[in-house]
């Protein structure tokens, strides 16, 4: 069975700095999809940025990009100049290829915007 | 363009009660997610559905059951509640077609057992 590890139950930045949350997961697939998802206080989960395992490239979403190390299975997502808009959970999920499966989710991370 | 939503907002339920909740996709998607997100924890993965049949099935008893109606709807069952059934439950949409698959959230039900 696949599972996705978040080590950092918080974390606390500065507005305006950059923070990092960590993600790693266990698979024995090799396609699969990953993805952060935002879920502020009021509850919507929010698709912030998502990776294809078989894309080299490090997926950018604006203030937002992922450092994907495929052979190390770690997935970090990386917040520039952090707003206080980005407070929120910060949940890494995994999904393998096909497109049927559910996601598998991480125990999140709480992201505090210090102003 | 509605997105995901689901009613009610807020239920709460005693012990051994059944409850449905229900869950309209957003306009154009035809498979249906739902996932238990307890206090604190992530969302787990209950089950799916797409073209009215189960597809996929998480580890959760056979007390969750669902259904799919023909406009995409769908429904959450669970019976014999139990205290560790309050959670926040969340539905999921998405068009499979799409390579990456996005399932889009709705804001949930939070149930409460007591």
């Known amino acids: ?115 | 363009d509605a997105g995901v939503t689901q009613s009610p907002t807020h239920l709460i339920k005693t012990r051994g009660q059944q409850v449905t909740l229900r869950c309209s996709p957003k306009s154009g998607h035809d498979t249906v997610s739902w996932y238990q997100q307890a206090l604190g924890q992530g969302p787990q993965f209950i089950f799916q559905y797409y073209e009215e049949e189960e597809r996929q099935r998480g580890n959760f008893p056979d007390r969750f059951s669902g259904h799919q109606f023909p406009n995409y709807s769908s429904e959450l069952n669970v019976n014999a509640l139990l205290l560790g059934d309050s959670a926040l439950y969340l539905c999921a949409s998405s068009f499979p077609e799409l390579s990456y698959n996005e399932q889009f959230f709705g804001p949930g039900t939070r149930l409460t057992v007591l």
């Open chain 1, 1 to 115: 069975a696949q599972t996705v590890t978040q080590s950092q139950p918080e974390m606390s930045v500065q507005e305006a700095e950059t923070v990092t949350l960590s993600c790693t997961y266990d698979t024995s697939e090799s396609d699969y999809y990953l993805f952060w998802y935002k879920q502020p206080p009021s509850r919507q989960m929010i698709l912030v940025i998502r990776q294809e395992a078989y894309k080299q490239q490090n997926a950018t979403e604006n203030r937002f990009s992922v450092n994907f190390q495929k052979a190390a299975k770690s997935f970090s997502l990386k917040i520039s100049d952090s707003q206080l808009g980005d407070a929120a959970m910060y949940f890494c999920a995994y999904r393998p290829g096909g497109g049927a499966d559910g996601l598998t989710f991480g125990k999140g991370t709480h992201l505090i915007i210090q102003p």
